[in-house]
T-cell receptor, first 114, second 114 residues
């Protein structure tokens, strides 16, 4: 399998649940990203990992917790979410984090919080 | 503030027309600019990446230009086809106080009518 793969594709969870989103990249990249895409809003960068170290955390609430166990896997752990957290969550990867890095995206996880 | 604007928000054209999508950004200190395509409920597909030192990039029927001094990029689509219907997103990687920041526009939703 090639590219960036996200699972699950769809997730419905209650506000008291704990769930995790998974992202795997098969491109040999060393940087991975989580983005949130809400309706009628630009993509919002949530977290960036470069060489398995978190390099950006853009004021994201603590109910979102990222984990990068190795350069090809990225998780987003979710707990006590709010309905306004319902969105498309996109994972991306790139070779290098700086300068000319071209980003490749997964298909996203459509999250609905009820 | 580093912002990215895409106008129009939506565009509908008959099949076969040539068309231009616009992206403007507020700060000329950029590393690169990337155009993506997004189909409904799906992830992003990279179309073209233009480095700050380049003026244009071409891939098949697509041509992207970059004018840093005026803060503008255009995506030209020749001989449009119904399969080109999608949302087109522009992403700019800005210099940001010694770091980098990728900012997305909200996108232009294109419909090509058979």
């Amino acid at each position: 399998e090639t590219g960036v793969t996200q699972t699950p594709r769809h997730l419905v969870m209650g506000m008291t649940n704990k769930k995790s989103l998974k992202c795997e990249q098969h491109l040999g990249h060393n940087a991975m990203y989580w983005y949130k895409q809400s309706a009628k809003k630009p993509l919002e960068l949530m977290f960036v990992y470069s060489l398995e170290e978190r390099v950006e955390n853009n004021s994201v609430p603590s109910r979102f917790s990222p984990e990068c166990p190795n350069s090809s896997h990225l998780f987003l752990h979710l707990h006590t979410l709010q309905p306004e957290d319902s969105a498309l969550y996109l994972c991306a990867s790139s070779q290098g984090y700086e300068g000319a890095a071209e980003a490749f995206f997964g298909q996203g996880t459509r999250l609905t919080v009820v | 503030k580093q912002e990215v604007t895409q106008i129009p928000a939506a565009l509908s054209v008959p099949e076969g027309e040539n068309l231009v999508l616009n992206c403007s950004f507020t700060d000329s200190a950029i590393y690169n600019l990337q155009w993506f395509r997004q189909d409904p409920g799906k992830g992003l597909t990279s179309l073209l990446l233009i480095q700050s030192s380049q003026r244009e990039q071409t891939s098949g029927r697509l041509n992207a230009s970059l004018d840093k001094s005026s803060g503008r990029s255009t995506l030209y689509i020749a001989a449009s086809q119904p399969g080109d219907s999608a949302t087109y997103l522009c992403a700019v990687r800005f210099h940001s106080g010694g770091y980098q920041k990728v900012t997305f526009g909200i996108g232009t939703k294109l419909q090509v009518i058979p």
